[in-house]
C-alpha cells in the first residue's frame, strides 16, 4: 500500500479560507470578504502615512494572517477570527476629530440595536436549547440505547439538521431502530456536509436490509474509494456479496480483506480477518499473502 493511500483521511476543512468562503458563502459573499480586507488596509495605510508606525504592524499582520489562510483555516479557529476581526477594525484609527451624534438618533439607533439582538437571540435560543438537550441525550447514544432516544432525536431534527454528528448519529439511530429509508434519507442530507465516507457505510447497511443490493454496491464501491485504507467497506462488501449469492465476488473482497495492510491493527480489524477467513474456508478457498 503506498505511502498516499496509507494517510488518506476525511478533512473538515478546506485549507484553503478563499475557497472555502467561495465554496460556503458564494461570490457575493466572498467579494464582501475582500472588499472589506481591503478598505482595511487602505486605512491602516492612510494612518501609517500620517507620522502613525503603528498601523503598520497592524497591516502586517493583517498580510501574514492572510497569507496563512492560503494553506491552512485560521478563520475557523475562533480566538484567531478574534484577531483577525480585532485587527480589521483597529485599521480604522483615530485622527482625533469628534463627532458628535444628536441625541435623537443615539436614541433611534440604540433602539433598533436592541430590537435587532433581541431578533437573533430569539431565532438562536432555540437552537442552543436543541443543542444542550441532543448533548444531556449524547450519552444514551454511546450507550448503544436507540429505541430510547429516537424519539427524543426526531424532535431536535428540525433545529439541528445543519449539524454532521447529528445527522450522522439520527441517521444511525434510525438504521439500528429498522427505520431504513428515513435513516438514508437523513444521511444524504449529512454527506452533503461531511466527506466521512462512514455514512455511505450505513447507507450501505440500509439499502442490503431492504434487499436493494445494486444501490448497497454502489455506495460502498464509492466509500473504499473515498478511504482505500480502510478494511470496513470492503468487509461490508463481501458480506454483502455473500448474501446476493455472488460468491465468486464475495471471495474476491474477502480476499483483499484478508491480504490488506492495516495502517493501526486492531480488534475490530483483526474479527474482519477472521470472518473473511470463514468466508474463504466456507468456499474452499485457499487464504493466501
Known amino acids: 500500500m503506498t505511502v498516499d493511500v496509507q494517510v488518506a483521511g476525511t478533512p473538515e476543512y478546506g485549507f484553503n479560507e478563499y475557497l472555502q468562503i467561495l465554496s460556503e458563502w458564494g461570490l457575493v ?79 433611534i439607533v440604540s433602539l433598533m440595536l436592541v430590537v435587532l439582538s433581541g431578533v437573533l437571540i430569539n431565532q438562536r435560543w432555540g437552537d442552543y436549547q436543541a443543542f444542550r438537550s441532543w448533548r444531556d441525550t449524547n450519552f444514551l447514544y454511546q450507550a448503544d440505547l436507540f429505541e430510547d432516544i429516537a424519539e427524543d432525536y426526531r424532535e431536535l431534527y428540525p433545529r439541528l439538521k445543519d449539524n454532521r454528528q447529528f445527522l450522522f448519529e439520527y441517521g444511525r439511530c434510525l438504521s439500528k431502530t429498522g427505520k431504513y429509508k428515513e435513516s438514508n434519507e437523513v444521511l444524504k442530507l449529512g454527506q452533503k456536509q461531511s466527506s466521512d465516507p462512514m455514512y455511505l457505510n450505513i447507507m450501505a447497511e440500509n439499502y442490503r436490509q431492504m434487499h436493494q443490493y445494486k444501490t448497497a454496491e454502489e455506495c460502498l464501491k464509492l466509500s473504499m474509494n473515498a478511504l482505500p485504507n480502510r478494511h470496513y467497506p470492503i468487509y461490508l462488501l463481501a458480506k454483502l456479496y455473500q448474501e446476493a449469492g455472488r460468491s465468486d465476488k464475495a471471495k474476491e473482497m474477502a480476499q483483499i480483506v484478508v491480504n490488506k495492510s492495516a495502517k493501526v491493527n486492531s480488534t475490530a480489524i483483526r474479527q474482519m480477518k477472521m470472518e473473511m477467513e470463514q468466508i474463504l474456508s466456507k468456499n474452499n478457498c485457499k487464504v493466501y499473502d
Open 29 to 107: 459573499g466572498f467579494t464582501i470578504f475582500i472588499v472589506i480586507v481591503i478598505f482595511a488596509l487602505k486605512a491602516a495605510y492612510k494612518n501609517a502615512l500620517s507620522d502613525q508606525p503603528v498601523y503598520r504592524g497592524v497591516a502586517a499582520s493583517i498580510i501574514a494572517m492572510m497569507v496563512f489562510a492560503l494553506a491552512a483555516y485560521p478563520f475557523r479557529v475562533l480566538p484567531h477570527l478574534i484577531l483577525f476581526v480585532f485587527l480589521l477594525s483597529a485599521c480604522a484609527g483615530n485622527d482625533g476629530t469628534v463627532w458628535v451624534m444628536p441625541k435623537w438618533r443615539v436614541v
